[in-house]
């Protein structure tokens, strides 16, 4: 679950880069500052999601992403996007870490 989290926000953090990119052609300096605080918090979250609460800045920043979409349109299909890939991480990663349980459960070594 950690892992595929961190992925998808150092990925995000990537994109945020790009739209930087898009923004500084026809925004204000308080714009790009604000893209690049939200790039920044996606990098530094992707490190922190062992605690509980790291996911839920992460949740509450998928809507940050979907919503720089008013000032880079694209961005609302990309956060859409990432959004997307936010759900199926913590599902996948839940699941992934029930079988892991359940295998070390039933007596079978952690893989060295």
């Avoid at 990537?14 to 204000?28: I, Y």
């Avoid at 992934?96 to 070594?109: T, Y």
Wanted: glycine share 12%.
């Amino acid at each position: 679950m950690k892992i595929l989290g961190a992925s998808v926000l150092a990925m995000e953090s990537l994109v945020m880069g790009f739209a930087l990119l898009l923004a500084g052609k026809s925004h204000s300096s308080s714009v790009i500052v604000f893209g690049g605080v939200i790039a920044v918090l996606f990098m530094a979250l992707a490190g922190t999601l062992r605690r509980k609460w790291a996911w839920i800045v992460g949740s509450v920043l998928q809507i940050v992403l979907i919503a720089y979409g008013f000032f880079v349109t694209p961005m609302f299909f990309l956060g859409a996007l990432f959004g997307g890939l936010w759900i199926a991480a913590i599902v996948v990663g839940r699941k992934g870490e029930a079988a892991r349980a359940s295998l070390l459960k039933d007596g079978v070594s952690k893989p060295q």
